[in-house]
């Protein structure tokens, strides 16, 4: 089955940057789309950013700006790369795929923005 493998969270100071990994056991180019998702403690999950196979990119109005998704496929890898971070941002993060009218889901990484 598809597997996703996020990596590259941690704790950061506001205004830091961050770059989360996900790798996927297939190619990219395969799946329908590719997103990030975030949760933060006592919230509901709420979708931060997403890339089509054609590369056409949506972002969260709450990280327009700050956040780009990208992707590598010769890596098979999909990036979120997050500038100017906010304590707001503190949350675990998920990546998401949908193909074959399936949705996958990765373990989640933590972003921690503090001070």
């Known amino acids: 089955q598809v597997q996703l493998v996020e990596s590259g969270g941690g704790l950061v100071q506001p205004g830091g940057s961050l770059r989360l990994s996900c790798a996927a056991s297939?190619?990219?180019?395969?799946?329908?789309?590719m997103g990030w998702y975030r949760q933060a403690a006592g919230k509901q999950r709420e979708r931060v950013a997403r890339i089509s196979s054609e590369g056409t990119t949506t972002y969260a109005d709450s990280v327009k700006g700050r956040f780009t998704i990208s992707g590598d496929n010769a890596k098979s890898t999909v990036y979120l790369q997050m500038n100017s971070l906010k304590p707001e941002d503190t949350a675990v993060y998920y990546c998401n795929a949908f193909a074959a009218w399936t949705d996958y889901w990765g373990q989640g990484t933590q972003v921690t923005v503090s001070s």
């Open positions: 297939g190619s990219i180019s395969s799946f329908a789309t």
